[in-house]
């Protein structure tokens, strides 16, 4: 994970008291003769000219981007370099520490970072140290894929083959990456068999049902405001008609048939998928082979990200009523010099709820344009949440108010039946968007 990378590079400068770019650029490129790479931020003047252009593609053209400074999780995702340099780091390992007449590792030490440290299930991928396991025809490897917002790129070995692999993208969501890969398996090292096609089984669907459901993954934040992230990660698990089970996932779907109990294989490739019960029999948790660094955890029906944004929905309807609806209708009245209420305890609870309500209106336009800055997002904390955060906490306050008034609504009347209804509608609005917030860790500074 990132955080395990940074948090090993902050462990290397305590040990060794010096900057991890230093330690880095005397113990690892100076012994392996890399001299086109680094870990610094932004780039020494003279590696400046070497940077590849970041690309997006936008309106049928390519546009050129910025060098991407990761100031947040540096040094994972930080290094800059060139395939050469990658090449005399992948010839290292794989003769097991040496490159050369030079040594950046103990045999017995490499040895063991390419072997298995965890896995959730012996039958699917785990993970080795700083690396992924990768089954593919046959095939022992092992891995590590990385993005940034501009490059997406893939580094794997094949010990028993002594071979190594290394490609990068600086365009595009990098999804071909995997394609050019397993195409260069397939036609240097093609599976001793064909896969076994696997059909259904006719009793399948009581199975597939205990399966389906919304899954989360469990790579994200759960105490800092990036947690919002996770309500465009959720994936969906479906059984069809055919008696296959229709994984969708954010920017793909995928097929698979079963092959035991709880245990899926993709229907046109080598993936494996594992469902696990609790100790009732139910289906919680699952993993997938090729995500071995997460599980996936299926979630409560109110932890679904299509109830949030139901609710979310809902809110916004109810506060653009109380924010707007409500002060048009008094201008209306003024202007048409309508009869206006004696008592000011009504007005006041009006003019109560809407200033809540367009705090959190007022939040919601600030939170979607910090969002919409995503190398801000990515590399740090944007300017404008920062402010917006201020008006939940505001809004949570007024909410004290609007319960009082609701109170007093239904004691004393205020209003016909119906407007006294629309008022606790936005009340419970109000608190069930706190709720909203609270779960996404909006409340407050959690930066």
């Not at 993005?147 to 790129?153: G, K, L, M």
């Amino acid at each position: 994970s990132n955080y395990g990378t940074s948090l090993a590079g902050y462990i290397v400068e305590v040990v060794s008291g010096m900057p991890f770019e230093q330690y880095i650029e005397e113990n690892i490129f100076k012994p392996l003769g890399i001299e086109h790479s680094t870990f610094r931020q932004p780039l020494p003047e003279a590696l400046a000219p070497d940077m590849s252009t970041g690309y997006t593609y936008k309106n049928g053209a390519f546009k050129e981007e910025k060098f991407e400074l990761l100031n947040g999780m540096a040094p994972a995702g930080a290094l800059s370099a060139c395939a050469t340099d990658m090449a005399r780091f992948m010839i290292a390992h794989l003769q097991n520490g040496a490159y050369g007449d030079a040594r950046i590792l103990k045999e017995e030490t490499a040895k063991f970072m390419h072997s298995r440290l965890f896995g959730h299930d012996p039958r699917i991928n785990g993970n080795a140290h700083g690396f992924w396991e990768f089954g593919y025809n046959d095939l022992h490897l092992i891995e590590h894929g990385g993005d940034t917002i501009y490059f997406h790129s893939q580094l794997a070995l094949i010990p028993d083959k002594n071979v190594g692999w290394f490609v990068s993208y600086n365009t595009g969501p990098g999804g071909s990456r995997e394609q050019l890969f397993h195409a260069f398996l397939n036609r240097l090292y093609p599976a001793s068999s064909p896969l076994a096609e696997l059909k259904p089984s006719a009793d399948a669907l009581k199975r597939l049902k205990k399966v389906s459901g919304v899954y989360g993954v469990t790579r994200m934040s759960y105490t800092k405001y990036e947690k919002i992230a996770s309500l465009l990660m959720q994936i969906k698990v479906m059984p069809t008609k055919e008696g296959t089970l229709l994984v969708k996932i954010p920017g793909d779907v995928r097929q698979y048939v079963e092959l035991e109990p709880l245990v899926f294989r993709e229907v046109d490739g080598q993936g494996l998928v594992v469902f696990k019960e609790d100790g009732r029999g139910r289906v919680t948790v699952a993993f997938a082979g090729d995500v071995p660094h997460m599980a996936l955890l299926k979630l409560k029906w109110y932890e679904q990200p299509m109830f949030h944004y139901l609710i979310i929905g809902l809110c916004v309807l109810l506060f653009v009523i109380a924010a707007l609806g409500w002060p048009l209708a008094a201008l209306s009245r003024k202007i048409c010099r309508r009869k206006v209420e004696g008592n000011p305890a009504p007005k006041a609870a009006r003019w109560l709820a809407g200033l809540m309500s367009g705090c959190f209106l007022l939040f919601l336009i600030l939170l979607a344009a910090s969002l919409s800055n995503t190398d801000e997002v990515m590399f740090g904390v944007p300017s404008l949440l920062k402010v917006g955060l201020v008006f939940p906490l505001v809004a949570g306050v007024l909410v004290i108010g609007v319960a009082a008034f609701t109170f007093l609504a239904w004691v004393k009347k205020y209003w016909y039946g119906c407007r006294r209804l629309t008022y606790t509608l936005i009340l419970i609005a109000g608190v069930v968007f706190l709720w909203v917030l609270y779960f996404y860790n909006l409340l407050g500074w959690r930066l």
